[in-house]
């Protein structure tokens, strides 16, 4: 939406241009004025600011050399800029959470690898790779490559590219503005149409070219199409705008299900502290694995306190650790040695628990029961499996991410965890798993396990909910050695329960479609406030509208610091 929104923008610029052209204030003003924007432009967008200078030397707002010439220094500019903050800052720069605005370390630690083989012409192959460009510069200046070596690098990548790109939208410009008296209302939808045609053929035309390219824009179409993979607020928003009608006219109270989990800050909403639900669970009839919160501020603390915690709970490596307070999986990291440890804690601010990795199946099983119920209900259960690919003794692991069906809707993700791997070639037959968590946004396949339920796993689930005081309403995701004990009930352990924001999380099965996914969230919300009115008729408070919003703002604030 941000890449349409500069087009439009870019598009009225060139109309702008057009106009001032045909009234003569462009042919006897300062044309170093519009250069200077274009330059400029560039640090927003290259692609979409060099478009625009053609456009412009095509309505004869500007010559085409002027045009070429202020895109260009606009880019070589950008480019230095890029490159000098690398060489400077380096590796600290990209842990701070500003960063991510500007460059990933994923895509940093990518273009690393690369350019240890390729150097100086992986610079100019990036320029004609459309989102490259910003990690490939950025890696070359924090590797401290030569400075004179890559300048000309730049300058050559962007003494070749910028002249076909203005030229390109020179010709094409100068074709449809020649019609402009004639369709002078129809230039602004056309000027827009031809900037968008312009940079969607140099954003996903030229991926078309190479095989890694297409399975990319693949991935992309999947993810675009399939609204397992669309954003939180893209699926929820229907059901946002149902549980304010419920709440506003229905219940005439809003924030009614802050009630339906007593023992948790409202809920369960948002926020929550996994520490608190952990000891809330206790024990929990054998079903818990060891853990311990680490408080301490400087990342030297918080060694220390991780390295005392693992020898008290008589822990080894692998362990995972995890924010406090965190949604849909973020900032929980499997780690397996001290170096990855002290990488995270360093990395990451705020309270953190550290916990015993345990292996086996995951599951998410969903529980409410009314507070007038002595026995609850499993209304969801989800088999979480994790995504693999079969090594063929030739393919290194980066092409069987590429090649596999579904990893490459998760394309960022596995190519971020396995990024000093990628290169490896795994034997024929070996199965490489690509994940390790079963949250759905760090790549799980999620299938509807409710077929797997039985009396033996509602008993224990049952006896596991009410060890919470408190708790009526939300998921438990748990590990199992295996199916079968799962379906039996034994050996159970519970790593994680979360509360009214939980999902039912059967619904990201592929089989399912997006009405069945609605359907099962408003009634699942409707739930909610059901709980939560029998519980203020047994008077457990409810939050206030102001201050579940004051919760809800500090809490996302939170969440924005966590990786």
Request: charged fraction near 20%.
């Amino acid at each position: 939406m941000t890449s349409l929104a500069f087009v439009a923008a870019f598009a009225l610029l060139v109309y702008a241009g057009a106009e001032l052209y045909q009234s003569g204030t462009l042919q006897s003003g300062n044309r170093y004025l519009t250069m200077t924007g274009i330059a400029l432009g560039t640090f927003v967008s290259e692609d979409l600011s060099t478009i625009t200078s053609g456009l412009l030397a095509a309505s004869g707002s500007l010559s085409y050399l002027q045009a070429v010439g202020a895109a260009f220094a606009g880019i070589f500019v950008g480019d230095l800029i890029i490159f000098w903050m690398g060489y400077h800052f380096g590796r600290p720069f990209l842990r701070h959470r500003w960063s991510r605005f500007i460059v990933s370390e994923r895509s940093v630690n990518r273009a690393q690898h690369h350019f240890h083989r390729n150097g100086a012409w992986l610079i100019i192959l990036s320029r004609f790779l459309p989102g490259t460009r910003t990690a490939t510069y950025f890696a070359a200046g924090a590797l401290h490559a030569p400075f004179l070596r890559f300048v000309g690098a730049f300058a050559l990548a962007a003494g070749v590219w910028t002249p076909l790109l203005v030229g390109l939208s020179y010709f094409i410009g100068r074709e449809l503005l020649d019609l402009y008296d004639v369709y002078e209302s129809l230039a602004i939808p056309a000027l827009i149409l031809l900037a968008l045609i312009l940079y969607l053929l140099f954003h996903y035309g030229l991926p078309l070219l190479t095989w890694k390219g297409r399975r990319r824009l693949r991935g992309k179409w999947i993810r675009a199409t399939k609204w397992e993979f669309w954003p939180v607020w893209q699926v929820n928003w229907l059901v946002a705008l149902y549980v304010l009608w419920i709440g506003l006219f229905r219940y005439r109270k809003p924030t009614l299900f802050t009630a339906a989990n007593p023992c948790m800050p409202d809920g369960g909403f948002l926020g929550e502290s996994k520490s608190d639900i952990l000891a809330g669970l206790g024990d929990a009839a054998g079903c818990m694995p060891k853990w311990r919160r680490i408080e301490e501020p400087s990342p030297s603390e918080r060694m220390d306190a991780f390295t005392t915690a693992m020898a008290d709970l008589g822990l080894s490596y692998p362990v995972v650790l995890k924010p406090d307070q965190g949604q849909r999986g973020r900032g929980v990291k499997v780690v397996r040695n001290e170096s990855g440890a002290m990488d995270w804690l360093s990395s990451t601010s705020g309270a953190a628990i550290l916990q015993e990795f345990v292996s086996g199946n995951e599951y998410g099983v969903f529980y409410v029961r009314r507070p007038d119920e002595s026995i609850g209900r499993i209304s969801s259960i989800t088999i979480k499996e994790q995504l693999a690919i079969t090594g063929n003794g030739s393919d290194n692991i980066e092409t069987l991410i590429h090649a596999h069906p579904r990893a490459i809707v998760m394309l960022a993700t596995f190519l971020d965890r396995f990024d000093d791997r990628l290169e490896e070639v795994p034997a024929n037959g070996e199965v490489i798993r690509l994940g390790e968590l079963g949250t759905h946004a760090r790549g799980s396949l999620f299938l509807d396990g409710r077929h797997l339920l039985t009396p033996e796993l509602a008993s224990r689930i049952e006896a596991i909910a009410h060890s919470y005081d408190g708790f009526y309403f939300g998921r438990f995701d748990i590990k199992a050695s295996s199916e079968e004990n799962f379906r039996k009930g034994e050996g159970l352990r519970v790593i994680e329960l979360n509360g009214v924001t939980s999902e039912e999380t059967h619904i990201y099965d592929p089989q399912h479609g997006l009405l069945h996914a609605w359907g099962t969230l408003c009634r699942q919300w409707n739930t909610a406030f059901e709980i939560g009115k029998v519980n203020r008729r047994n008077g457990y408070p409810v939050t206030s509208l102001g201050g579940f919003l004051t919760n809800l703002f500090r809490s996302g604030s939170r969440q924005g610091r966590n990786t």
